[in-house]
């Protein structure tokens, strides 16, 4: 029997192995999350340090990146060992404490992990064994990241959408979501509809309304969706920005001058539309009476 036969017949095993792996990737992303602004911050201190010629007295000789130096405890500097690192299980374990110093661990991570596990087997449901799986997976991953780097930061790092922009253009050659004509223009209808939206606000307020990290991300998710997918993820953003927004207004008195991200939302309506794109699509149509 081949592997294609044994997950088509048993569909919830390749549930449970791609909930697995994905579990472990989330707290990959967990790492990610947190040391990819740093690093931006750090070469970007360098880089300014660099042109004004003079020396970056904050710059740290400790290696810093993905993967160096090992994860550790923020407050005792405890090393982590793979026993205590494995997902949401050595969080129970460990009462949510460190094992050295019995400070906290932030309740985040392990939330992280189950978030990417539980997406994942949906999209594993969704779609089966199949290379639209393995690319939806890629995608989630990456729209999980961005989420909790914009949410904390108000940055979504090129590093991510750059790549994954491209990596979609070429999927469009097999045209896994879109064909390679609806990708192209789906990623130039994604950076300039909310370029210009930008460029318009800032005209009429002298304000910035975003970032240009936000166009990157729609071009992204249209260079994978396709142009067709880009008008319902701006609705879909925009309905649930609104309605998340007047909450945090009114519910939790957040402070109107204070920017609330908008890349979650684009990767939210993004994701939806992933999975159930053609759906809402025609149920759209046919609701106003055009199919």
């Known amino acids: 029997m081949s592997l294609f036969q044994f997950f088509t017949d048993y569909p919830y095993i390749l549930i449970v192995c791609v909930v697995a792996l994905s579990l472990l990737v989330g707290s990959f992303l967990n790492v990610v999350i947190y040391r990819l602004p740093v690093m931006m911050e750090r070469d970007w201190r360098n880089q300014c340090s660099e042109f004004l010629n003079v020396p970056n007295e904050s710059a740290s000789k400790e290696r810093f990146n993905i993967a160096f130096p090992p994860s550790r405890c923020p407050h005792c500097g405890h090393r982590i060992t793979a026993r205590e690192n494995i997902p949401i299980v050595s969080y129970v374990m460990l009462g949510g404490r460190c094992s050295a110093c019995g400070k906290g661990i932030a309740i985040r991570y392990p939330i992280i992990e189950l978030i990417t596990g539980i997406m994942c087997g949906v999209?594993?449901?969704?779609?089966?064994?199949?290379?639209?799986?393995?690319?939806?997976?890629?995608?989630?991953?990456?729209?999980?990241?961005?989420?909790?780097?914009?949410?904390?930061?108000?940055?979504?790092?090129?590093?991510?959408?750059?790549?994954?922009?491209?990596?979609?253009?070429?999927?469009?050659?097999?045209?896994?979501?879109?064909?390679?004509?609806?990708?192209?223009?789906?990623?130039?209808?994604?950076?300039?509809?909310?370029?210009?939206?930008?460029?318009?606000?800032?005209?009429?307020?002298?304000?910035?309304?975003?970032?240009?990290?936000?166009?990157?991300?729609?071009?992204?998710?249209?260079?994978?969706?396709?142009?067709?997918?880009?008008p319902v993820i701006i609705l879909l953003s925009s309905l649930v920005g609104a309605v998340v927004g007047i909450t945090l207004v009114v519910v939790a008195r957040h402070d109107r001058s204070i920017p609330i991200p908008f890349g979650p939302y684009l990767a939210a309506a993004g994701w939806i539309y992933l999975l159930w794109g053609e759906r809402i699509t025609h149920a759209y149509l046919s609701y106003a009476g055009v199919q």
């Open 123 to 230: 999209v594993a449901w969704r779609y089966g064994y199949s290379v639209e799986t393995a690319g939806a997976l890629l995608m989630t991953y990456a729209l999980i990241a961005l989420t909790a780097i914009d949410f904390d930061r108000q940055l979504l790092p090129d590093d991510i959408t750059l790549p994954m922009l491209w990596i979609g253009l070429m999927m469009s050659t097999y045209e896994v979501y879109a064909d390679m004509t609806s990708a192209i223009f789906g990623a130039v209808a994604g950076y300039l509809s909310l370029w210009s939206v930008y460029k318009i606000f800032k005209w009429a307020t002298g304000k910035e309304g975003m970032g240009y990290g936000d166009f990157k991300l729609l071009a992204m998710l249209g260079a994978w969706l396709g142009w067709q997918s880009i």
